[in-house]
């Protein structure tokens, strides 16, 4: 079963940037899309964007434009950028399949706030 381990969450001032990692202990991208999710206090985990296969990269609205998604196959390390962050941002951001198949990770906070 691979594992997952998220990084790089932190305070950030609104408009700031921050850049999550999420290492993965086996292969992933050449068999699954993945993606990064998050979830705020009270609220369900959501998806926020996702890679495919192919390397094709979509995001839900409220962060298009301002996050990109990457992997690095050769480090098994999925990444999400940050830009322009906003107070809304702030939640537990984790990373898995699309169709959620591997056991989640502990997670990494984002907090925006002045």
């Known amino acids: 079963q691979v594992q997952l381990v998220e990084s790089g969450g932190g305070l950030v001032q609104p408009g700031g940037s921050l850049r999550l990692s999420c290492a993965a202990s086996?292969?992933?991208?050449?068999?699954?899309?993945m993606a990064w999710f998050r979830q705020s206090p009270g609220k369900q985990r959501e998806l926020v964007a996702w890679i495919s296969t192919s390397g094709r990269a979509n995001y839900v609205n409220s962060v298009k434009d301002r996050f990109t998604i990457s992997i690095d196959n050769a480090k098994n390390t999925v990444y999400l950028q940050m830009n322009s962050l906003k107070p809304e941002d702030t939640a537990v951001y984790y990373c898995n399949t699309v169709a959620r198949g591997y056991s989640w990770g502990q997670g990494t906070q984002v907090t925006v706030s002045s």
């Open positions: 086996g292969s992933i991208s050449t068999i699954y899309a």
